[in-house]
């Protein structure tokens, strides 16, 4: 078990990359002790920006920072950032393709008890329905700090999600594969294909090593970039195996599930399951207690396999 | 006399223990604003299980909703619901007591928990009861750092256009958020100008954690015609134990054993005083 948080990942690589870049702009809305971010806003007071508690002038901002020539990082929850400022992220940064880096906080049921006005169930379907926007969920530190030196590289908009505690590692220092909206294939396996973003793909990795042992074959998809999709490599895993499983930390509708479904309709018609949040206000508790009482964990996955696997 | 205040420190510790026993909770502000839910459920408002569906009860919008801790224990005094059950399953697995205000929860009329929302909200109750001819009235407490949030003042804007003096705001001043003082994060000391140049009749209470000012308060607001109220509440962030007290990093805190039993200690001798 890893103990960096995404969020510290992103913190540790911005201030490293700003002692260069004077361009690199973070902003925060009140939030940036929950982002991990108050260590860049004391040694970079010039390039920080507090907005106060308004997320709809933090995202306005940061378009227009990124208009002349900033890198702005806005991080605020990923309640807020995508759903109170989303029409700024439509109109000023998607729409009017500005380099701003949303960076949703705290994301899916990370604020557990705090019920549904903190969770973010709802970001993928939001911000991957406007044209423009990329999306990603990595999975652990390692990948994020690849994402981000990827984002820093680039001048197009995008939203990052990642959740408030420490997740597993996945990777390692040197074994992190990553290549820019290329998803990573974990595992290959001949019977079923399981395809996880963020948290979700840990699990995933853990239920096709159970599987494995009962004779189960799976294939692990670890899906971070929910857009641009990767088409290809969900065409290339969905080809043979029996059935496809999606597992994600979102809302039934518009995400992870339903992107892959309509790759697999369309190219290799068969039986896709979705496993997700339900489409209802989740049942208090914390994260875990949240993930294990829908099915979103290790056990979930294996029993779900084994039921559509005869 | 000193009932009031008294039982607000007997809440205070209601609100306490549900902390503590479900390891959450934004004490800080729960503790500025009990002065203010205090005097509107047991002196001001017309609200009571009896009458909570009567179209002519007063309404309430906790539009700081993550001060619900201290919200919960006030409904609860009210009869709204047993307070035991609140204190032993607040914020834990599969409890309606979650750490937001939910209309699931009898007494509570609205959710919230995104701040800037209530004032609209507000405004929207306000303008029913003038539209059927209702005499009730429209409460919505607000955080000083909610303030930072556009829509508060597009609320504040059509309450005036509205001219909706059945409503009346408090804003629970308490100059801290979480990032620092709210003069620090985005200042606001011309508040009072703020509010009157969107057209609100404006209170100062100097002290907001004082049962008697803001009773003053609150009864001149009823007497105003044309205009909504804004009532600024000049609180104490974690007021009651000066372990917590404008203590930033009280926002949200779970008081270990020590501080609990010193805060504890402290809600008693300022009882006494009453
Ligand atoms: C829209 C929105 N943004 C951010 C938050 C996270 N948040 C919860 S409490 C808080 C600080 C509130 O400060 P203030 O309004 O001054 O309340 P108080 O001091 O009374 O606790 C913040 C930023 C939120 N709940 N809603
Ligand atoms: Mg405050």
Redesign the pocket.
Known sequence: MANIANKKAICDLLLEKAKTDKDIVVLC???RGSASLAPFFEEFPQQSVETG?A?QDLVGISAGLAKCGKKPFAA??AS?ITT?SYEQCKVDVAYSNTNVTLIGISGGVSYGALGM??HSAQDIAAMAAIPGMRVYFPSDHFQTTKLMEALLKDEKPSYVRVGRNAVPEIYSEDNCTFEIDKANILSEGKDVAIIACGEMVYEALEAAKALKEEGILATVVDMYCLKPLDEDTIIKVTKDVKAVITIEEHSPYGGLGSMVSQVVGENNPKLVVNMSLPDAPVITGTSSEVFDYYGLNKEGIVKKVKEIIK | MGELEKLAYDLRKDTVDMIVSGKAG?I??DM??MEILVELYFDQMNISPENKDDPNRDLFVLS????VESYYSVLAKKGFFDIKEAIDTFSKFGSKYIGHPNNKIPGIEMNS????HGLPVGVGMALASKMDNRKNRVYVV??????A?GSVWEGAMSASQYKLDNLCAVV?R?R???SGT?EEVMGQDDLHDRFRSFGWNVIDVEDGNSIEQLKMAFDKAKSVVGKPTVLIANTV?GKGSSVMENNVSW?HHVPTEEEYSQIIKDFQIRKEVF
């Open positions: 809305s009140d939030s508690i997320e605020s929850p807020f109170r006005s903190h | 934004h800080g502000g500025s604003v700081k909703g993550h001060s928990g995104s701040l800037g607000m955080g000083d750092g909610e303030l949030e629970d308490n801290l958020q979480i709210t962030k926002h």
